[in-house]
């Protein structure tokens, strides 16, 4: 496939804001987690909360977006001068040749949360001031970072569960290959609310603890909130970072546990590897989506080993970040940016002895050498598989 260049990006999580906080985090091996304090959630887990989402104020004219999953985006966009590059390819290539592409799973559900608690109870109604299309509806944050940017060209949001803001990039890619546009902002965002917090809680895939992903004693995922976005551009002699492959697959297993073979996975990774005319071997390090939870870690190292057969080393790092949901796929893509820029391939937080079912090789502690290539995986419920390839033009 034709390559493309990510000529800037900006990310925000419990690690932090911008580029150079996640760094610092992740080479100290400092994890965002912290004990639950977030809207009197009666449950005794760990959660990735970013700090200063509530201080956040959106601009007057788009006060109708106001949310928490709003504010998170707009965060993350006024880190890294990443609205002076947006600025810079606006000037390269229109308003209306620059795409949208954004992932999501749960947008502004926390908005619908407190609009519920305010019902009027007599006659079972939403308070008045409650809006939908602009605060719950998936459609929310594209349409808000749209006319934050001001931009004109193609929209999509993308709902995939886990793997929504990894999906984005092969949409951005499909449509610049089309000529519908000559560049994209591809990003995500998920923030907390009850319903992810209590639904998790409630299929038994929360622990109590910081999570261990891929550790003989884990027992589950802590869920995080973040936003990431980045440029997408075509590849020239100027490119220092590039999206070399994707790859998509879905399981149709079931609603929200995963092949336990990895077929489904398999597929993604191999058609990742395919688009970007790499062997397995080429691959220097694998980004896991590793939840943390039995099922999913076994059933992607049953793919990862399938085709790999150890030969790259593997981490997750949501021991860091937390599970993010819908904002999993573009901020492990852009920690994976960060392990390519630094040659470092990070450890696998809070893990400390490796399920013996589990064959790949999983990293624990963070490892300086040089990376050309990374992969990342992102799987969610329902079967939506994504893996992507992120790494050094050759």
């Known amino acids: 496939m034709r390559k493309l260049k990510l000529s800037a990006y900006t990310l925000c999580s419990c690690l932090g804001q911008g580029k150079q906080e996640h760094r610092d985090a992740l080479f100290a091996e400092c994890a965002g987690l912290r004990q639950v304090d977030f809207e009197n959630i009666d449950l005794q887990t760990w959660i990735g909360r970013v700090h200063g989402v509530e201080d956040v104020v959106l601009p007057e004219k788009l006060r109708a977006y106001e949310c928490r999953n709003n504010r998170l985006a707009q965060l993350a966009i006024e880190s890294d001068n990443f609205v002076d590059s947006v600025r810079l390819a606006v000037s390269r290539y229109g308003t209306r040749r620059i795409g949208l592409f954004i992932g999501t799973s749960t947008s502004g559900v926390l908005e619908a949360e407190y609009a519920y608690a305010a019902r009027d109870l007599a006659q079972d109604i939403l308070p008045k001031d409650f809006s939908y299309n602009t605060t719950q509806a998936i459609s929310s944050v594209g349409y808000f970072v749209r006319q934050l940017l001001r931009l004109e060209g ?5 709902s995939t569960a886990c793997s929504s803001s990894a999906n984005v990039f092969a949409a951005a890619h499909r449509f610049m290959s089309a000529g519908f546009c000559d560049a994209a902002i591809v990003g995500g965002v998920d923030s907390l609310c009850q319903m992810t917090l209590y639904g998790f ?3 038994q895939l929360v622990s109590q603890l910081p999570c261990r992903p891929c550790d003989r004693d884990r027992d589950g995922m802590n869920v995080g909130e973040a936003a990431g976005f980045a440029i997408l551009e075509w590849e020239d002699s100027n490119a220092e970072l590039c999206l070399l492959g994707y790859g998509e697959s879905s399981d149709a297993w079931h ?3 995963p092949d336990p073979t990895g077929a489904g996975a398999a597929l993604a990774i191999r058609a990742a590897l395919t688009r ?3 062997e397995p071997l080429d691959i220097d390090y694998i980004n896991l989506h590793g939840s943390a939870t039995v ?3 076994l059933a992607e190292d049953a793919a990862v080993f399938e085709i790999f057969g150890g030969c790259a080393p593997c981490s997750s790092t949501k021991g860091f970040s937390g599970h993010v949901l819908g904002a999993a796929g573009i901020i492990e893509a852009l920690f994976s940016c960060l392990a390519v820029e630094s040659d470092v391939a990070f450890r ?9 079912a589990i064959r790949s090789p999983i990293l624990l502690e963070t490892h300086r050498t040089p990376i050309t290539n990374v992969m990342s995986n992102s799987f969610g419920f329902g079967g939506g598989n994504m893996s992507l390839i992120l790494g050094r033009p050759s």
């Open 154 to 158: 193609p929209i999509e949001v993308v």
């Open 348 to 356: 696998t937080m809070n893990t400390v002895n490796v399920d013996h």
């Open 201 to 203: 809680d409630s299929l």
């Open 295 to 297: 099922a999913n870690d």
């Open 276 to 278: 970007a005319g790499l």
């Open 255 to 257: 609603m929200s546990a």
